[in-house]
Nanobody, 112 residues
Framework: QVQLVESGGGLVRPGGSLTLSCAVSGFTFSDYSMIWVRQTPRTGLEWVSGIDSRGDNTFYANSVKGRFIISRDNARDTLYLQMNSLNADDTALYYC?????WGQGTRVTVSS
C-alpha cells in the first residue's frame, strides 16, 4: 500500500523557516521523481518544486526559487522541503506527490 505522510508544517512568522518532510512507503522511493505541490483557496493548486530520483536535479517554481530547497534521502525513503524567508503568500496546504499518489498534506501558516 502506497503511503506518503507529510509533516513539519505549522505557524511561522514572516521571514522565518520551516522544513517539511514526507515519509513514503509501499514503493521503491529511489526509483521515482518527487514533487511538492501546495494549495490555497485563492490560487488553487501550485507546483512548488521537483527532484529527480537520485536527487541530482532539482526544479523550482519562480515564486520559491532562491528561498526553498528540495532534497531527498533515499536511504530513509524521505523527501524534504526546506523553506526559508517565508511570507504570507507561502501560506498553504503542502502536499508531496509521486505520480498519482498524494499525501494528506501539511499546513503551513505564515503570520505575525
Amino acid at each position: 500500500q502506497v503511503q506518503l505522510v507529510e509533516s513539519g508544517g505549522g505557524l511561522v512568522r514572516p521571514g522565518g523557516s520551516l522544513t517539511l518532510s514526507c515519509a513514503v512507503s509501499g514503493f521503491t522511493f529511489s526509483d521515482y521523481s518527487m514533487i511538492w505541490v501546495r494549495q490555497t483557496p485563492r490560487t488553487g493548486l501550485e507546483w512548488v518544486s521537483g527532484i529527480d530520483s537520485r536527487g541530482d536535479n532539482t526544479f523550482y517554481a519562480n515564486s520559491v526559487k532562491g528561498r526553498f530547497i528540495i532534497s531527498r534521502d533515499n536511504a530513509r525513503d524521505t523527501l524534504y522541503l526546506q523553506m526559508n524567508s517565508l511570507n504570507a503568500d507561502d501560506t498553504a496546504l503542502y502536499y508531496c506527490v509521486c505520480g498519482t499518489y498524494w499525501g494528506q498534506g501539511t499546513r503551513v501558516t505564515v503570520s505575525s
